[in-house]
C-alpha cells in the first residue's frame, strides 16, 4: 500500500472541507446557499467554474484516450473552450439579467409554466447524476489501482468531503473550495508532468502524428477516431456547456452581466493554460504506459517512468490532484443539482436546500454500487450530449425568440433527450446504425430545436403574457431595464397555465 498516495487523499480532502468550512456566511437566507450571495469576483468565478469543468474526465480520462487512440484525441480538450466561446456570445449576459437561481428558474420565469419548471428539473437531475456517477467511479479505480483498497472507499471519500462542503454554506463554500483547487491541479498536474517529461528525455514525437488503436467508440462518440467521431464530441461539448447546471449557476453568482461576461473570459484563459494536461499525460502514457486502461495511464506513469520512492512520491501528490478534481466537480454538481431539486419541491432556504443535496448524493452512490465502473470520458460526455439535446434550445429560443412556449420548449426536451437516450441505448445493445448510433449530438440537437419552433409556431396561444418585458430584460443593459429585485421563481411566484 503507497502509504505516500493515502497522505495525498487525506492532505486533499481535508483542505477541501476546512476551506468550505471557514468560508464566512454574508447571509443565510437563499441567496447565500443558492448563489454565493451574488457576490463572488469574476477572477475567482473564472477559478471556480474552470475547476469543475477540469474533471476526472479532463485530467485522467482524455489523456488516457489520447494515450490509447492517439493523435485525433487531441482535440476533445478544445471542446470545452469552444462551449465558452458559444456561451459567451449568446448566454451568458441575457440570462444573468434575468436573474433567476436555476436553469429550472428560467424555464419557469419566461414561460410562466410551474409544470415545465418540474419537467426540466427531472433532465437537470439526469444530467447531473450523469457527472456525479463519473467521477465517483473514477475515484474508485483511483482508490483500488493505486492502494488495493475497495472502490467503495473513494466513492465514500470523495461523497463525504462534497457534502461537508456543500452543508457548509452552499455554493459559496463550494466555490472556495473549487478556486483554491484549480491551483492546486494545476501546480500539481504541470508539475508531475515536467519531472515526467524530463526523464522521458524529450523523445522525438514522430510516432504520435495521426496514430492511434482502432476500436469502438463508447456511448456519446467518447473514443471514436474517426472525423465524425471526433466533429461530433466537439459538438456536442460547445452546444453541451450552454446547459450543464454546474456550469451555467456560476452566471448567477456575478453582481451583473459585464462580470459574469469578466467570468467566462476568465475561464477560457485558465482552461487554454489547462489544455496543456492532457497532451503532456497523453504523449508520455502512450510511451511508458502501454496496454493501461484509459482512466489508469495517468496515475501508473510516475512509477513506471521513476520506480522506486521517487515514483512513489510522485504518484502520491499526482493522487492529490486527482481527487482535487473529483472533488471540484463533485461538489459544484451537486449544489447545483441538489439547489435545482429543493427550490422546485419546496420552498427555498437552507433547510430545503441541505435536504436535496442529501436526497441526490444518496441516489448518486446508489447508482455507482449498482452499475459497473465506465470510462470517464464516456459518462461526462453522456451528459454533454443529452444537455446539449435539451437545455441548449430551451436556452437559445428562449433567450432569442420571443414566440417561444412551454408546450414547444417540453416537446424539444422529450424528442431531444428521447432520441439521444434511444441511440445510446442501441450502441450499448450492440444495435448498430453507423455514425446514428455513436454520435447523437448531429442528430439529436436539430431535432430538438426543430420540434421546439414548430410546435411552438401552432401553439400562439401559449405564449406567455408579458413576454416583450422578459425579452426587454434580458437584453438591455441593467440600467435602462431596472429589472429591481428579482425573487426566485419558486412555485407560485408566477402565475402558470
Known amino acids: 500500500m503507497n502509504v505516500a498516495v493515502l497522505t495525498g487523499i487525506a492532505f486533499v480532502l481535508v483542505l477541501g472541507v476546512m476551506v468550505g468550512a471557514a468560508r464566512p456566511r454574508r447571509s443565510s437566507g437563499a441567496s447565500d446557499f443558492y448563489v454565493a450571495a451574488r457576490g463572488v469576483p469574476a477572477w475567482w468565478n473564472g477559478a471556480a467554474i474552470t475547476s469543475e469543468f477540469t474533471s476526472a474526465a479532463a485530467c485522467l480520462g482524455a489523456a488516457g484516450l489520447i494515450a490509447t487512440r492517439g493523435g485525433p484525441m487531441v482535440w476533445y480538450p478544445m471542446g470545452a473552450s469552444a462551449g465558452f466561446v458559444v456561451i459567451l456570445a449568446l448566454v451568458v449576459a441575457p440570462l444573468r439579467r434575468a436573474g433567476t437561481y436555476t436553469l429550472p428558474d428560467f424555464a419557469e420565469w419566461r414561460l410562466r409554466s410551474a409544470r415545465l419548471r418540474r419537467f426540466t428539473t427531472c433532465f437537470v437531475l439526469v444530467i447531473g447524476l450523469t457527472f456525479l456517477v463519473a467521477q465517483l467511479h473514477a475515484a474508485g479505480v483511483a482508490v483500488r489501482l493505486l492502494t488495493g483498497l475497495p472502490p467503495w472507499l473513494g466513492w465514500a471519500a470523495v461523497a463525504g468531503a462534497a457534502l461537508a462542503v456543500a452543508l457548509a454554506g452552499g455554493l459559496g463554500s463550494v466555490t472556495s473550495v473549487q478556486a483554491a483547487q484549480f491551483w492546486l491541479k494545476l501546480i500539481v498536474f504541470l508539475g508531475v508532468g515536467a519531472v515526467c517529461w524530463w526523464t522521458s528525455g524529450a523523445r522525438p514525437l514522430a510516432w504520435f502524428e495521426g496514430v492511434y488503436r482502432a476500436g469502438d467508440g463508447g456511448p456519446a462518440g467518447a473514443g471514436d477516431p474517426s472525423l465524425p467521431g471526433v466533429l461530433s464530441v466537439l459538438l456536442a461539448c460547445a452546444l453541451g456547456t450552454m446547459g450543464l447546471p454546474h456550469v451555467i449557476v456560476r452566471l448567477y453568482t456575478n453582481r451583473d452581466g459585464r462580470s459574469a461576461r469578466r467570468s467566462i473570459v476568465a475561464t477560457q484563459v485558465m482552461l487554454a493554460v489547462f489544455c496543456v494536461v492532457p497532451p503532456l499525460y497523453g504523449i508520455l502514457g502512450q510511451a511508458h504506459a502501454p496496454g493501461a486502461a ?174 416583450g418585458r422578459m425579452m426587454a430584460r434580458m437584453h438591455l443593459p441593467e440600467h435602462l431595464s431596472n429589472p429591481g429585485t428579482y425573487r426566485s421563481s419558486l412555485p407560485g411566484n408566477h402565475s402558470s397555465h
Open 294 to 467: 484509459a482512466d489508469e495511464v495517468v496515475l501508473l506513469l510516475p512509477a513506471r517512468m521513476l520506480p522506486g520512492v521517487a515514483g512513489e512520491v510522485l504518484t502520491g501528490v499526482l493522487a492529490a490532484g486527482a481527487f482535487a478534481a473529483f472533488l471540484a466537480t463533485t461538489g459544484g454538481v451537486l449544489v447545483a443539482v441538489g439547489g435545482a431539486m429543493s427550490a422546485c419541491l419546496t420552498r427555498a432556504g437552507g433547510g430545503s436546500f441541505r435536504l436535496g443535496v442529501a436526497v441526490v448524493l444518496l441516489a448518486a452512490l446508489a447508482l455507482t454500487a449498482g452499475t459497473a465502473p465506465r470510462a470517464s470520458v464516456a459518462l461526462v460526455l453522456l451528459g454533454f450530449s443529452l444537455s446539449a439535446a435539451t437545455f441548449c434550445p430551451l436556452l437559445v429560443l428562449g433567450i432569442w425568440w420571443r414566440r417561444l412556449t412551454d408546450v414547444g420548449a417540453a416537446a424539444g426536451f422529450a424528442l431531444g433527450g428521447g432520441v439521444t437516450a434511444a441511440l445510446v441505448a442501441c450502441e450499448q445493445a450492440g444495435v448498430k446504425m453507423g455514425a446514428l448510433t455513436s454520435n447523437p449530438v448531429p442528430v439529436a440537437v436539430p431535432v430538438a430545436f426543430a420540434s421546439m419552433v414548430a410546435t411552438s409556431l401552432v401553439t400562439p396561444g401559449r405564449i406567455p403574457r408579458g413576454v
